[in-house]
């Protein structure tokens, strides 16, 4: 299977990206009550920020499958957590909701956000920030090589911080 990014576009994307926060699955986005205005609203100011990157993984077909989003965390509440390293890089992606389940799938989106995040030389380490209370996406980071550290607190959630080098991650 082929996979690419294309850059998110508020206009044409807001709608598939706001059938799946919407869903069960997706409460810890915490925009299951926004309306399709509100998430394209928020997702026009991210795409204004040259601070954030927001892409589609995309299958061959063209078929959305992942939401990966990319910023630079002093440019976010997280920022202010931890001690901020040069080439840090804050990741943020979500699976689409699928109705069959792809054995491998999601390390192949994974294999190439990564790909994707570490192509940049500037980019030394990723930082994921998913809720503490998540524990697939607690296991997931997890399962992909990132070093946990503390549990913070966020006005919106508690987060655990997780950690990714460009060595651990053989790039």
């Known amino acids: 299977m082929t996979l690419h990014l294309d850059p998110f576009v508020p206009d044409r994307d807001s709608a598939t990206l706001h059938s799946w926060v919407v869903e069960e699955r997706a ?9 399709l205005e509100e998430v394209r609203e928020i997702y026009t100011w991210l795409d204004e920020q040259p601070t954030h990157h927001v892409w589609l993984v995309r299958e061959e077909s063209g078929e959305p499958v992942a939401l990966f989003q990319d910023y630079e965390p002093t440019a976010e509440e997280v920022g202010s ?3 901020v390293l040069p080439g840090d890089l804050g990741i943020h992606f979500m699976l689409a909701p699928a109705d069959t389940v792809r054995h491998g799938f999601t390390a192949e989106v994974v294999e190439l956000l990564l790909d994707h995040a570490f192509a940049d030389p500037a980019v ?38 997780a950690f990714l080098t460009r060595q651990a991650a053989g790039r």
Not at 27 to 35: G, I, L, P, S, Y
Not at 152 to 158: A, E, N
Request: proline share 6%; glycine share 6%.
């Open 27 to 35: 409460r810890f986005w915490m925009m299951q009550d926004h309306t």
């Open 81 to 83: 957590t931890y001690d």
């Open 124 to 161: 030394h380490r990723l930082v994921a920030e998913p809720d503490a209370r998540n524990d697939k996406a607690v296991g997931l980071v997890r399962r992909l090589g990132f070093q946990l550290g503390p549990v913070v607190q966020l006005s919106t959630k508690p987060a655990q911080l």
